[in-house]
Structures are given as structure tokens and as C-alpha cells.
């Protein structure tokens, strides 16, 4: 895996990529995340707007309780609905700055992330790196693509993230995030490692749910193997 930085997205030779295609090497696929589902699924907006919509209704609550004038209560309330505005407002601009500065890309030979808000970097992860890919879906055709890479490889949390699931068997496993059609992006990506292993077998096993907690824990989960 190598990895290349630089915040000028604009001196790219070819859009979300650090080079020019090596000879023989052919784009199949480019994509980013959608801003929406990353403010949803990773800044978990909509949980911090209902904590302070609570937080509200408690102060107000409290101060008629304790016997506040409504003049304090309404001050008090203002102040406090405007500093969680700010602070969605600040998630929300991270998640369109997620949206704005990522490009994934699949080729024939290998996938490429340029990730990073504040510090641009892209990683090349070469199709013989990568032992796996886990996609999971949700109702609405959206997802992510986990990849599972080789022993062997360093990867720093704090760079990757949010482009980054955990860990499996101590690697760090990095993430294709809230794709809007991720089905596509698995598709292309499961017969690109067929086709850059002739002897080698590609699997792909969807796992089904039957009950309501099992279809919100696994959402669609797809898993591509590719065993050596």
C-alpha cells in the first residue's frame, strides 16, 4: 500500500487520483460519499438534535418548576438552542466537507482512497493487498464497502477516519462510506478481484435477516472473499 498527500485537488492529472493509469490500468468505478447520509450514519445528527431538543424541554420544564420568570426561561432557553444550532451546524459542514473532499476509486488493478477535510492524502490498495471486502446496505440501496487488507500493514485510525470500520484480527480495515447506490460499487468491485485473480475464487455470500433486529444490525450485509 503507498500512500501520496496534497491538498490541491485541482493539480490532479486524473480526478481522484495522485498519477496518471499505468499502461494497461482502466477506471471502473468513482464515487464519494453523499453528505446527508454521512451527517445520519457517522456525525449521528439526528441523535445529538434529539439530546438537546430533551435538554430544551428540560429547561423549561425546570424553570417553571422552580419558579423562574419566563423572561429568564426564555433567555436560558434561547441560549441553549443556539449553541446546539451551532454545534449541528458544525456537523453538518463536516459532513459536506467529507462529501466534498473524498473520491473512491476502483480500477482493474487496485482501489484508491483520497480522503481528508483538513489534510488531503491518498492510499493505494492494490487488489493483492486486499483479502476481503464487507458491504453492507441499508433498505434504500445506501452503504458502505469495508476492505480487509493483508497482514502487514500499518494504518493510522486518526488519518482514516471516517473512512474506516475497525479492526480484524488487529488490521484496520478501511471504509468506502455511505455510497448511495453501494450495491454498484460492490458489484464492480467484486468482479474486479475475480478478474485480477485467475486462479483464485471470489465469493460472494449475502446474509439475510429474518427478524427486525437482526435487519437493523446487519442492513443488507454482503460479503466478498477472495481466498488465496
Request: glycine share 8%; aromatic share 8%; hydrophobic share 50%.
Amino acid at each position: 500500500m503507498s500512500e501520496t498527500g496534497g491538498p490541491e485537488h485541482d493539480y490532479e492529472p486524473v480526478p481522484g487520483l495522485p498519477g496518471r493509469l499505468p499502461k494497461g490500468e482502466i477506471i471502473l468505478w468513482q464515487g464519494a460519499p453523499v453528505s446527508s447520509l454521512v451527517s445520519r450514519h457517522i456525525m449521528k445528527t439526528r441523535w445529538i438534535a434529539g439530546y438537546f431538543a430533551v435538554l430544551v424541554i428540560w429547561n423549561i420544564a425546570a424553570g417553571i418548576y422552580d419558579g423562574r420568570t419566563a423572561g429568564a426561561i426564555l433567555f436560558s432557553t434561547s441560549a441553549l438552542a443556539i449553541m446546539s444550532a451551532l454545534a449541528i451546524a458544525l456537523l453538518e459542514a463536516f459532513a459536506w466537507g467529507v462529501q466534498k473532499t473524498t473520491m473512491y476509486t476502483i480500477t482493474n488493478k487496485r482501489v484508491v482512497m483520497r480522503i481528508g477535510v483538513a489534510l488531503s492524502a491518498t492510499f493505494n490498495l492494490p487488489f493483492t493487498r486486499i483479502v476481503s471486502a464487507d458491504m453492507r446496505e441499508d433498505k434504500n440501496g445506501a452503504g458502505d464497502i469495508a476492505l480487509t487488507l493483508a497482514p502487514g500493514d500499518k494504518l493510522s485510525w486518526l488519518v482514516f477516519w471516517p473512512h474506516v470500520r475497525g479492526f480484524r484480527k488487529g488490521a484496520l480495515m478501511p471504509q468506502m462510506i455511505c455510497l448511495k447506490d453501494v450495491a454498484i460499487a460492490g458489484n464492480v468491485l467484486s468482479a474486479a478481484l475475480a478478474g485480477s485473480r485467475t486462479s483464485t475464487a471470489v465469493a460472494i455470500r449475502s446474509e439475510a435477516a429474518t427478524d427486525k433486529d437482526a435487519v437493523a444490525a446487519r442492513a443488507g450485509r454482503r460479503i466478498i472473499e477472495a481466498a488465496e
